[in-house]
């Protein structure tokens, strides 16, 4: 339930930080415009304003419909929201079932008095709200924090997240180069940063990868195309913040297609100015050679191979990006998670990809 109501806070937020009283006014004016009248119609800021509040056991998913609804989302979204919401309510209640029969189980194995013992203590429970165990990664958070503090555990996490994200586009990119790919696999990590954490931490992870490759391996030649990754960065991180292209498969594919575009926008000019109209990624090379000796010019040439080369390379580091971002949300502290955004839909068209997971989350106190 506290994904469903982080979510819910994050289409507020998304819709111009609308206020509760506000929402509790378009509430009651939805209803009343369906023909509900009297209590059926009433909804105070309270009601609106719990259900924006994490630990909740319960929420009326006709509620969150009418919420989604408020806040701009269309009847489709607003049905999607609610079936979202009784699928969460579900999983809620199976957690807290299984936790509540653990005591039934054990007593059963020490004789009629353990179970009967066992039973009041499930009855007692039943009417409690019930915590679920924590994994052992969150002693792990707690020790982070209780060395680093708060503030110093949700730095670190970060800045590891973009380290981490650094060195899978350094790997990408020398895959990329040994096996003379048509892609250049050097913006995943880019993808997954911007995605999950923000734009700018995208354009860190872009300034990162690529300052590694030039100190590292002594390869001075790519700097330029650091302006490529850091376009990336940009167009992916606002594009599923204030555009919302991520709410549906559709229109994150299509954020994906204006990346590689606006990627290759930028590369065929520093191609062309800074390499005379020769790709250092050995597969764009070679489909540009083949298309100029079909006769086409070199520019024309070696725009079409960069838009086909980065459309793939583009569609892949996205999905890429959106298949790990679960588990990279998991590992946030959540002081840092009020910069994600979980797309809205996605979670009922790729359900195994946006589920909640278990046992993955750290918790910071």
């Not at 189980?105 to 013992?117: C, E, I, M, N, V």
Request: proline share 5%; hydrophobic share 50%; with cysteine.
């Amino acid at each position: 339930m506290d994904r469903l109501v982080a979510e819910l806070q994050l289409l507020r937020l998304n819709a111009g930080d609308v206020s509760y009283s506000q929402i509790a006014d378009r509430v009651r004016e939805l209803r009343q415009n369906r023909g509900e009248t009297g209590s059926a119609a009433f909804v105070g800021r309270t009601t609106i304003y719990d259900a924006f509040q994490p630990g909740r056991h319960r929420i009326s998913p006709d509620l969150i419909a009418d919420i989604a609804s408020a806040l701009g989302e269309d009847a489709e979204s607003a049905a999607r929201w609610r079936e979202y919401c009784i699928r969460a309510r579900a999983d809620e209640n199976q957690r807290r079932r299984d936790a509540t029969s653990d005591p039934a189980r054990a007593g059963s194995k020490d004789g009629a008095h353990a179970r009967s013992a066992a039973g009041r203590g499930a009855t007692a429970l039943a009417h409690t709200p019930t915590k679920l165990p924590q994994s052992s990664s969150n002693s792990q958070g707690n020790w982070l924090t209780r060395t680093l503090g708060k503030r110093g555990a949700t730095i670190t996490v970060l800045t590891l997240i973009v380290i981490a994200c650094a060195l899978v586009n350094v790997s990408g990119s020398r895959l990329a180069v040994a096996f003379a790919l048509p892609l250049y696999l050097d913006m995943i990590g880019t993808a997954i940063a911007a995605i999950a954490l923000g734009p700018w931490f995208g354009v860190g992870v872009a300034i990162l990868s690529h300052s590694l490759v030039a100190l590292l391996a002594w390869e001075w030649q790519g700097l330029p195309f650091m302006i490529v990754n850091i376009v990336g960065a940009l167009i992916w991180g606002y594009g599923v913040r204030a555009r919302r292209m991520g709410t549906t498969p559709l229109r994150y594919f299509l954020l994906n297609i204006m990346v590689a575009i606006s990627c290759t926008i930028v590369a065929t000019p520093i191609i062309m100015i800074v390499w005379g109209g020769v790709s250092i990624n050995e597969g764009a090379q070679g489909i540009a050679a083949n298309l100029v000796t079909l006769g086409h010019g070199v520019i024309g040439a070696v725009f079409s191979a960069n838009i086909l080369t980065s459309m793939m390379d583009k569609l892949i580091a996205g999905f890429i990006a959106i298949s790990v971002l679960p588990y990279v949300i998991a590992a946030l502290p959540p002081s840092a998670r009020g910069i994600e955004f979980i797309p809205s839909t996605m979670h009922l068209t790729f359900p195994k990809v946006f589920t909640p997971l278990r046992g993955t989350a750290v918790t910071y106190p």
